[in-house]
């Protein structure tokens, strides 16, 4: 099962920032949180991912709350093609196994509107 | 252009019939991944492999079955075991631990048993 919860849906204007949710209450202290999104019929494809202070790179920011049970990650200019199922996943680090393997729940469908 | 390619795209297939899915790439990545998609929800893992001649079972492997005797290729047979095999099919490489923060994702293969 997922650790994460987050909104099953959510719309944003273009042009503006997109705010998407995370919970993680039960993230323990060698995991990670990771971003991947899924546009309409493809392949998922990596966003990001932090352990517990904030990450940019040049798609989005990852805002990791100081207890890390939650994260926000943040799409500064929505555009079209950001429309996507977005994927919250804690991952361990340091792992044997199949302990490091991503679990992917349902996520966030994010829709952009012009 | 590296990347990881999956053929066909579209599959149809009677039941009862085994049917075998297309992976490779050419990123020259130690790791990899199938992964089953269902409308309207996550990914689950079905096999994955972090080497040559080495695999191991997924979430959902019953009624599966792979090989990885080349590291660029890794081939999924979907037996008449499996029951419900209409899905999408998703296959996946990275490189080893700890390198491995970035999934890669090819295209698909959607799969419909008549």
């Known amino acids: 099962d997922a650790k994460t919860t987050q909104p099953p849906s959510m719309d944003c204007a273009e042009g503006r920032a997109a705010n998407l949710p995370c919970n993680h209450s039960?993230?323990?202290?060698?995991?990670?949180v990771y971003w991947y999104r899924q546009i309409h019929s493809q392949g998922p494809q990596y966003i990001i991912h932090?352990?517990?202070n904030n990450e940019t790179n040049e798609m989005a920011s990852l805002i990791i709350t100081e207890d890390r049970k939650s994260s926000t990650l943040i799409l500064p200019h929505a555009t079209l093609r950001d429309t996507a199922v977005y994927y919250c996943?804690?991952?361990?680090?340091?792992?044997?196994?199949?302990?490091?393997?991503?679990?992917f729940g349902k996520g966030t469908k994010l829709s952009v509107k012009p | 252009d590296g990347g990881i390619t999956q053929s066909p795209k579209y599959l149809f297939r009677k039941e009862g019939q085994n049917v075998t899915l297309s992976c490779e790439q050419n990123?020259?990545?130690?790791?990899m991944y199938w992964y089953r998609q269902d409308p309207g929800q996550g990914l689950r893992l079905i096999y994955y492999?972090?080497?040559?001649?080495?695999?191991q079972k997924g979430d959902i492997a019953e009624g599966y079955s792979v090989s990885r005797e080349k590291k660029e290729s890794f081939p999924l047979t979907v037996t008449s075991a499996q029951k419900n095999p209409t899905a999408f099919y998703l296959c996946?490489?990275?490189?080893?631990?700890?390198?491995?923060?970035?999934?890669?994702f090819g295209p698909g293969t959607r799969l419909t048993v008549l």
């Open positions: 996946a490489s990275s490189f080893s631990p700890p390198k491995d923060n970035e999934q890669f």
């Open positions: 039960t993230i323990s202290g060698n995991e990670y």
């Open positions: 932090g352990l517990k």
């Open positions: 996943i804690v991952r361990a680090m340091n792992y044997g196994g199949s302990q490091g393997n991503l679990i």
């Open positions: 990123l020259n990545h130690d790791a």
């Open positions: 492999s972090q080497i040559v001649n080495d695999f």
